[in-house]
């Protein structure tokens, strides 16, 4: 195995993907690591600076869906020409982690939010931000893509320390394993703690509602007013978007963070095994219904049922299961069907150009 430079270590290319990139492919290449996504251009990072970069038409006109684009936190081979001012992505590397959710809007599509990540912190702030359910559907989310979830609930100012430790025993009380991590950006309590999270060479995205302080904290982490923020409008609470593209940084202490916008609609495509680890305690009641295939309706002898008649289990937290499978179910077929359809089509393009190549 060719020797792995020490710089492009430091970004994040660890064990796994020395163990799962076929490096001899590498001649010609340098390893990057995707820092930012824009509409058309991405940029870059070797090791040394952040580079303007495009995709080799190869991956353009043999991608089917957004998967076969590159994400923030992406590994790829590239070429750099022109003193490292310009490059050319030609292979996004096999990916640890990727992050992503349902596009908005009623269509079925999805966007791709961050690749090869370790550790999500999820955050919500702890006034009217607050909200179990949601945070139900971002550790869904997260778990379905093997990434570490951390929650953080911030603005702890605007509340008194009892209200805050209430609220932080409402998540432990269903999601006991959970680390949970209150702090202020604005008298900056429990700003060492949320550092003291963040360990070298790992990279970390920020998830989370527009207008809950993920870029001030971010900012807090870098220890200076780099990315902008946005005043929040005084009565909702909610700001309107201030972080409008996705980037990766490079703390300090080694971390890596993707600042990432706020998002409105949180759609998960395939949510099995997320839906399996969230809601642990459904999932092992299921173990206990008369029948295998019990969807925990209005089946007999269904375990899960029973528990919500004795107390047992949150009448509102089944109800978020129930719903999120319901949505599973359907997203992943229409994204299956549409899938078919895409290859399907990309299948005639191919016979076409063959056929015109003969004559
Ligand atoms: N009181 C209080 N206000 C905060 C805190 N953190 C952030 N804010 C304010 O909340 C507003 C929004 O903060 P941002 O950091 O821009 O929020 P964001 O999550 O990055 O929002 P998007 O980029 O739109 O997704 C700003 O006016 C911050 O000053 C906090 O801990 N306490
Ligand atoms: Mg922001
Ligand atoms: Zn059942």
Request: positive net charge; hydrophobic residues 35%; proline residues 2%.
């Amino acid at each position: 195995m060719k020797n792995i430079s020490y710089r492009i270590e430091k970004l994040g290319f660890d064990k796994w993907f020395q163990d799962n990139v076929d490096l001899e492919s590498l001649e010609g290449f340098e390893l990057a690591r995707v820092s930012a996504v824009h509409k058309d251009s991405y940029t870059i990072n070797n090791g040394e600076n952040d580079v303007f970069a495009e995709l080799v038409g190869k991956i353009i006109y043999s991608a089917v869906s957004v998967m076969d684009y590159p994400a923030v936190g992406d590994w790829v081979f590239a070429k750099f020409y022109d003193e490292n001012t310009f490059s050319i992505v030609h292979e996004i590397l096999p990916r640890k982690s990727l992050l992503k959710r349902k596009a908005p809007g009623k269509k079925i599509d999805f966007q791709l939010i961050a690749a090869n990540i370790d550790a999500a912190f999820i955050i919500q702030s702890l006034d009217d931000n607050f909200n179990l359910r949601r945070l139900e559907r971002y550790l869904v989310m997260i778990s379905e893509s093997n990434i570490r979830p951390i929650i953080l609930l911030s603005k702890s100012d605007l509340l008194t320390s009892e209200e805050v430790v209430s609220r932080i025993s409402e998540i432990q009380k269903i999601m006991p394993r959970l680390h949970v991590q209150p702090f202020s950006n604005e008298n900056e309590s429990g700003l060492k703690n949320v550092k003291d999270l963040l360990n070298s060479g790992q990279t970390y995205c920020l998830l989370g509602s527009s207008g809950v302080g993920k870029t001030t904290l971010l900012n807090h982490l870098i220890g200076k007013s780099i990315f902008k923020t946005k005043t929040v409008r005084e009565k909702d609470s909610k700001g309107r978007h201030a972080t409008t593209y996705r980037q990766l940084i490079k703390l300090d202490c080694g971390a890596m963070v993707v600042d990432t916008p706020g998002m409105r609609e949180l759609g998960n495509i395939s949510v099995e095994t997320g839906l399996e680890e969230t809601f642990a305690e459904i999932t092992e009641l299921s173990e206990k219904c008369q029948f295998n295939d019990c969807i925990h309706v209005n089946e007999k002898g269904c375990a899960v049922l029973s528990a919500i008649e004795d107390g047992q289990l949150s009448e509102k937290r089944y109800q978020n299961y129930i719903k999120m499978n319901k949505e599973s179910a359907y997203n992943e077929m229409s994204y299956l069907e549409k899938r078919k359809k895409d290859k399907k089509f990309s299948k005639f393009c191919k016979t076409v150009m063959k056929q015109k190549k003969q004559s």
